[in-house]
């Protein structure tokens, strides 16, 4: 049973912009904390963005000033806005659900419940 579903991932020019976005059937959104997250070969998977329930974003360092993450209570989604992308993000992209974080969001990815397939974002240069 699939509880998250990412959708948006596609192959762009560098310098180019894309959307990601993650349908949630789990209603963590509405009580917990949602996440991005991103994984190339051979590397562990990082944390790219997350939101809290009460709207706390986090970014890592990487992607500061070119990510937004946001999420719409009501369809249920949560985004990823990329913009300014270079090769360097190229990654399979997952959307993550912690579950009953209310005010900050997980440090740890073991702590995030749910888990979508991955989409794959490609930057050219």
């Known amino acids: 049973q699939v509880q998250l579903v990412e959708s948006g991932g596609a192959s762009v020019q560098s310098g180019g912009s894309l959307t990601l976005s993650c349908q949630d059937s789990?209603?963590?959104?509405?009580?917990?904390?949602m996440g991005w997250f991103r994984q190339v070969p051979g590397k562990e998977r990082e944390g790219v963005a997350s939101?809290?329930?009460?709207?706390?974003?986090t970014y890592t360092e990487a992607v500061k000033g070119r990510f937004t993450i946001y999420r719409d209570n009501i369809k249920k989604t949560v985004s990823l806005q990329m913009e300014s992308l270079k090769p360097e993000d190229t990654a399979v992209y997952y959307c993550?659900?912690?579950?009953?974080?209310?005010?900050?969001?997980?440090?740890?990815?073991?702590?995030?419940?749910?888990w979508g397939q991955g989409t794959q974002v490609t930057v050219s240069s």
């Open positions: 939101m809290s329930y009460i709207g706390t974003a």
């Open positions: 993550a659900a912690a579950d009953g974080w209310l005010y900050t969001c997980p440090e740890e990815n073991g702590e995030y419940n749910y």
């Open positions: 789990t209603n963590t959104i509405d009580r917990g904390c």
